[in-house]
């Protein structure tokens, strides 16, 4: 049964930091390039960080550069992403699920039959 499990969102003020995980199974998502979706109400999913199965490539969306770090465990099958200096239009939603492998950071949603629950970033004062 294929798994896609994120978890560690929650509520931090502006220039926080949260660090998401995201735990695969039942497909072998070591072997394919990963990546994190944001949505917000009424938005497609929007791929913010993306990373190569063998971690070679990180492509950001201009927007989190230099503020979003994506990394990955795959020996335990684990994708994380590490948000700092958070502001308010991060917030929204996220996904992890696979992604393109030649992504350049340009506007792409992922139409994959299966998501994982998500979880919630809000940045708020």
């Known amino acids: 049964q294929v798994q896609l499990e994120e978890s560690g969102g929650g509520l931090v003020q502006p220039g926080g930091s949260l660090t998401l995980s995201c735990a695969t199974s039942?497909?072998?998502?070591?072997?394919?390039?990963m990546g994190w979706y944001q949505q917000t109400p009424g938005q497609k999913r929007k791929l913010v960080a993306a990373?190569?199965?063998?971690?070679?490539?990180?492509s950001y969306v201009d927007s989190v550069k230099g503020r979003f770090t994506i990394s990955r465990d795959n020996a335990n099958d684990l994708v994380y992403l590490q948000m700092d200096n958070l502001k308010s239009e991060d917030t929204g939603v996220y996904y992890c699920n696979m992604a393109p492998v030649l992504w350049n950071g340009g506007p792409y949603s992922g139409q994959y039959d299966y998501w994982g629950q998500g979880t919630q970033v809000t940045v708020s004062s």
């Open positions: 039942g497909y072998i998502y070591k072997l394919e390039t």
């Open positions: 990373i190569t199965a063998g971690s070679h490539t990180r």
